[in-house]
């Protein structure tokens, strides 16, 4: 048997956000009960042999709480069934504070959800509208209070830094309205212009301003301080838990475990090998009526490719690369495939060493993209 984290990609949102580079699109006509079925089956094909044991599983998207009730009610009913046989330790959702009716919320428990990750972004009315959220600031609330009469044991809120016109201040202000708010992890994302997005093309046009690169640091070490303050434990780049809190889910991931997504675009890793599905609902639909294959952009990793991509995902988080646990998985000495890499940051400040660990720095953090990417691409052995 071969443990698995399952994610499951619900394509669908009631409206694009600006800034949003993932796959999803706003449904008409069949397409949501037609993709309903596609996941259910690949989903039973998947698991169909007994070859693997689901670990983790969480819903992702898009926003998996805007499927209609009725598609809510039948993706959760295939999913029951997995949580039934598998007794994965963690049940993840997001949720959009605008669509978690109560009625869905109750059909989630009854699943077996046991976490709830709320996309809050922010509490200021304006930045929400910037970034073409729906929801306001008492939706989050009210959202909130309905995981709680739920009953579901786990509760993220997602935070985006960097809007722009956000202040320091403004920041302070929804960071402290997260933490009032008591969940047991807190995301916060720095805002990213991505490729032939709106927001993107707002910039390039001059309609929007993006906020200057010192107080885009500033506003990711307040949070890093507010957070730590109150309670929460930094344990990856954007993700800060209270003891027990911490996503499993993405644990796994950072922890190169080996994964499986079922729906369009969702990524899987195993055995070494990745791949996603197809990302067109459309597509992925007609090949799973079809009997075929939905996977494409198939790799298979060289292991030092692997090497480079564990160290990737391990700095990512702050107890960093464990260098006995690093050996154990790959089979390299990181001090000696990352020699230049170690030896450049350490200088700078950006890295710390010591025996077992390879770590960033305070002043690393920020910069960690930069850092990462010289890891990719191991010098040694
Ligand atoms: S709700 Fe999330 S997935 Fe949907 S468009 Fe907005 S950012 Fe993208």
Request: aromatic residues 8%; charged residues 25%; hydrophobic residues 40%.
């Amino acid at each position: 048997m071969i443990d698995v984290g399952l994610y499951v990609h619900v394509p669908f949102c009631p409206r694009k956000c600006g800034y949003c580079d993932f796959y999803s699109i706003t449904p008409g006509g069949s397409l949501v009960a037609d993709y309903v079925d596609a996941v259910v089956t690949e989903l039973e094909a998947v698991l169909a042999d007994g070859r693997l044991c689901v670990e983790t599983i969480f819903v992702g998207g898009g926003t998996p709480s805007f499927l209609p009730e009725s598609s809510l009610a039948r993706l959760m009913g295939c999913l029951a069934q997995v949580y039934r046989t598998h007794h994965p330790s963690e049940f993840s959702v997001e949720a959009n504070p605008a669509s978690l009716t109560s009625e869905k919320a109750v059909l989630l428990r009854q699943a077996g959800v046991n976490r709830i990750s709320l996309g809050a972004q922010s509490f200021v009315c304006a930045e929400l509208e910037t970034l073409d959220r729906l929801h306001r600031p008492e939706d989050i609330v009210a959202g909130v209070e309905l995981v709680r009469r739920t009953g579901f044991e786990h509760l993220n809120l997602d935070l985006i830094f960097g809007i722009p016109g956000q202040t320091l201040d403004t920041w302070n202000r929804s960071l402290n309205a997260a933490i009032e708010l008591g969940p047991d992890h807190v995301a916060c994302y720095g805002l990213t212009y991505e490729p032939d997005t709106p927001l993107t093309r707002r910039r390039d046009s001059g309609q929007v301003v993006p906020v200057d690169e010192e107080l885009d640091t500033a506003m990711y070490l307040r949070a890093i301080d507010c957070l730590a303050e109150a309670g929460f434990q930094q344990y990856e780049i954007g993700n800060f838990a209270r003891p027990e809190g911490q996503c499993r889910h993405n644990l796994r991931y950072w922890r190169s475990q080996p994964g499986i997504g079922v729906g369009p675009a969702a990524a899987s890793y195993l055995n070494g090998c990745r791949w996603r599905n197809i990302v067109s609902v459309e597509e992925y639909t007609a090949r799973i009526r079809a009997g075929q294959d939905t996977a494409v952009e198939i790799e298979c990793l060289d292991p030092l490719d692997r090497a480079g991509e564990a160290a990737m995902l391990r700095l990512r988080m702050t107890d960093g690369i464990r260098c006995e646990e690093f050996r154990a998985l790959t089979g390299y000495d990181p001090h000696v495939l990352f020699a230049d890499a170690i030896q450049n940051h350490v200088r700078t400040g950006l890295l710390t060493v010591d025996h077992d660990r390879i770590v960033l720095t305070r002043k690393g953090l920020p910069l960690a993209d930069a850092v990462i990417r010289d890891f990719l691409k191991p010098t040694g052995p």
